[in-house]
């Protein structure tokens, strides 16, 4: 049997890399799902993949009331309830001392990751205590439990939202509502072709060797793919998981193994 059949999942920033993979694997395991991001192409491309009679999407900027509250309520609307959110909508920003790091930037990931998952969380939870509960993850990062030279907005945002699901979970728990956090170490998606060019000084042909740097310091010596973050993050969604709340759960090839 599916491991989510008869779910209805809504997922953040679902239009590519993790969101993307998140998305697929949960309408193969009998979900169907509903992806918000602010590329209405990349959206209407993943319900063509995944099949408009198990998804849908609605164009959503997290950072905005309306929009988180809007997704719910179409949600809700296209499938009839809501038993799974997925916070999975993130920017890096910049790769810059924290003296020197540009006000706007901060502010601009401040807003995305930590607003944004906020709000989400607000909307979301009254819709999945309708239905008797569920289940909440928040992809946070390995920069959740770390410090990090040159990304001090990524940073404080991947913190903040680990004690954002740690008051989620002890509030929601009365209300059958697990919420825990998945922390992936580099992963295979755009965001770290970004950071690892901004790493290289901009520098697109040196962006390779950041990226052999950054597998190095991994026992594993390679990236996660997208598709193993999915696999954790549907185990947290699924009833297997039904006695773990307010959790951290990090995979990250070793990282912090030392």
């Known amino acids: 049997m599916a491991r989510l059949q008869g779910k209805v999942a809504l997922i953040t920033g679902a239009s590519g890399g993790i ?3 998140i ?24 319900v063509e993949a995944i099949g408009p009679d198990r998804s849908a999407y609605a164009v959503a900027d ?10 719910v309520k179409a949600c809700v609307d296209a499938f009839g309830g ?21 006000m706007d930037t901060f ?21 999945i205590a309708q239905r008797g509960g569920g289940s909440i993850v928040i992809i946070s990062s390995v ?22 699901m740690r008051t989620a979970a002890l509030e929601t728990a009365d209300q059958k509502i697990r919420v825990n956090c998945v922390n992936p170490g580099p992963v295979e998606t755009r965001m770290m072709r970004s950071i690892e060019t901004m790493a290289a000084g901009g520098d697109e042909a040196a962006s390779a060797g950041v990226k052999s740097q950054f597998e190095q310091r991994i026992p594993l010596k390679r990236y996660a793919t997208p598709e193993e973050v ?8 699924s009833d ?3 006695y773990i709340t307010g959790q951290i759960h990090l995979i990250d090839g070793g990282m912090r193994a030392g």
Request: no cysteine; net charge negative; proline share 4%.
């Open 82 to 102: 809501l038993d799974i959110f997925v916070a999975n909508a993130g920017i890096e920003g910049a790769v810059q001392p924290i003296v020197s790091y540009p």
């Open 62 to 71: 997290v950072t905005k009331a309306e929009d988180n509250e809007g997704s």
């Open 230 to 237: 999915a696999y954790l993050t549907l185990f947290l969604a």
């Open 240 to 242: 297997e998981s039904s």
């Open 143 to 164: 920069a959740g439990v770390i410090g990090s030279p040159g990304f001090s907005a990524y940073v404080a945002s991947k913190h903040a939202v680990i004690g954002l």
């Open 19 to 21: 969101g993307l993979a």
């Open 23 to 46: 998305s697929k694997l949960f309408a193969q395991e009998g979900a169907r799902v509903f992806m918000t991001d602010i590329d209405e192409d990349a959206l209407k491309k993943a």
């Open 107 to 127: 502010e601009k990931v401040l807003a995305v990751n930590v607003k944004g998952v906020w709000l989400g969380l607000k909307y979301a939870i009254p819709a």
